[in-house]
């Protein structure tokens, strides 16, 4: 019998072990609440598990490569065993996630292949549960598989069509393409809402800074992920984090939001997914005295995840909570106290640690000395079982790497994903009217942030008849990139400069140099068509641009409707989904919400 045959029979056997109704109930199109009988049948199984066991399938881990079999020092360094199938094996995690920063991404069939590898180890390991594989595919600004998996332009892109009908397709498209990977969770929706324009975090990742725009768009793709393409779906970050001027990842940032703004800006997403049958839902690492004065941030709180989330909002989904490697959350306690408080908090899954070690047997002495009940353990795994019997996941945890290329990057995907990021470019000033260019020959100049955006956009532009230049300059300029690209716009018809968070001088660009290549091109006095590839603030900084456009993303998809747009193939039609304030006037608007020229 062949391994794949095999471990596909243990997975159907325990399922149908655990599942009072049978297999096939357990594989119906997923619902808000699985049969009655299953939680009966699941609980009894439990009670066989031993406490480690139980406590594995609380932790959701990574490892480092593309092979479950490759070894890697930097795995031996963090788990004390070379292999991710060892340290599968060690810990028979409940959840495992991939990034493409730490060498587990190289395509989609090694990808389903890995996926299968993994999930071999976990039935191998005697427990025979496979694990909840997972990943942030946020799509625009954060995404951890690239092509050929179909690309969109991210959260702020759908805000700015205001098309919840082509945010559900998307999600549904980008569901189908994981599932068809192995991976049965997204790290997505994020439902913050940001209102706070220097928010280094959340930005362009946020739909909009109105609540009932964020909600409509959260409802969409959670409907996308969970009901069109059968996996889990996560809204992030409970109870918001779109009002910080801090980074959670270096930072502990605090939400100064009163209770009743909480109720009025960030809690309608949240409300909204739970009731749109959420699976699944992420803390932030923020705190938030109008919830929990004590200074604990949301992860660690028993008042916000239990009170507010649990009690309140009537959540009975997964609590996971964000990174636990992250600074935000490591600052107040030892990594060992932080897994401990967050269970007893109310939190279900334990993301990333970063001593795993410590915090795995933090959480068993904490058992064992009677700190938390193995009752509440067991509550946890209860409903991470139920999750993998809903999604599938505890009955069929494997996939064929065979048929990933007629899912994953398809032609009719990659075209979808085109008229859906077509519809969001947004024209925000025009008062040179240099768009729509004319199809006549012209030299244009291609300068500013990405080595990879910068080519793509001339590509596009090249392919319309252009002849172009690229000079990429960064994301914090030297004085000499700057004086080569004002240069070289010299000896160009137009010059088009991309900014990426030229708003933000305190950590991406120190020196505000982006700015200074933005004036020192409009004092030229060629024709410069400045674009926001990331947030739509950086007009505020440089507003003497005749010229402005916001794309709200920086991949290929983008730039190919930046350029159509450009030549006037198709019209403007995305509408600011946020204020854009002047510059040290977060009160004022600029440029108001809802606004977009078209001609």
Known sequence: MSALRRVSLAGLALATAVSGVGVSTAV??????????????????????????????????FAYGPDAHKPDTRNTTLYG??????????????????????GNVESPTQLATFSNQLQTAALNTGLHVPMMIATDQE?????????????????????ATRNTAEARTAAAITGRELKAMGIRQDYAPVADVNVNALNPVIGVRSYSSDPKLVSDMTVAQVQGYQRDAGIMATAKHFPGHG???????????????????????????????????????MTAHIVVPSLDPSGDPATLSKPILTGV?????????????????????????????VAVRAIEAGVDQLLLPPAPDVQFNAVLDAVRSGRISEQRINESLLRILLMKLKNGVLFNPLV?????????????????????????????????????????????????????????????????????????TGAAPSDAAIADAVAKAQLNDVTVVLTMKAWDTTVTDKLAK???????????????????????????YFDAAPTYLATYGYAAVSMESLAKTLYGEIKPTGKLPVDIPVAGQPDTALYPFGHGLTW
């Open 28 to 61: 119906s199109a997923p619902s808000p609440e699985p049969p009655g009988n299953s939680a009966a049948a699941l609980g009894r199984t439990i009670q066989t598990m031993s406490l480690e066991e139980k406590v594995g399938q609380m932790f959701v881990l």
């Open 309 to 337: 989330l649990r009690q309140q909002l009537g959540f009975k989904g997964l609590i996971i909570t964000d990174g636990l490697e992250m600074a935000a959350v490591r600052q107040q306690y030892g990594d060992a106290e």
């Open 243 to 281: 009002d910080t001027r801090d980074d959670s990842h270096t930072a502990l940032p605090t939400i100064n939001h009163t209770l009743e703004q909480w109720n009025t800006i960030d809690a309608p997403p949240f409300k909204a997914a739970i009731k749109a049958g959420i699976d699944s839902i």
């Open 81 to 102: 065993v070379a292999t991710p199938a060892e340290v599968v094996a060690k810990y028979k995690p409940g959840g495992w996630i991939y990034f493409n920063g730490r």
């Open 514 to 540: 982006q700015q200074k290549l933005v004036k020192g091109l409009l004092a030229t006095g060629k024709t410069v068509i400045v674009v926001a590839v990331r947030d739509p603030y950086d007009i505020a």
């Open 400 to 472: 064929d790497p065979a048929k990933v290329a007629t899912t994953v990057g398809t032609p009719a995907s990659l075209a979808t994903a085109q008229t859906i990021v077509d519809k969001s470019v947004t024209l925000v000033k025009n008062n040179a009217n240099a768009v729509p260019l004319s199809a006549d020959p012209r030299k244009i100049l291609v300068t500013g942030w990405g080595v990879s955006t910068t080519q793509s956009l001339a590509s596009s532009l090249t392919k319309r008849g252009a002849t172009t230049t690229v000079a990429q």
């Open 139 to 159: 799509q625009g600004v954060v995404v951890r598989i690239g092509p050929p998996a179909t690309q969109f332009g991210g959260n702020m892109a759908h805000g």
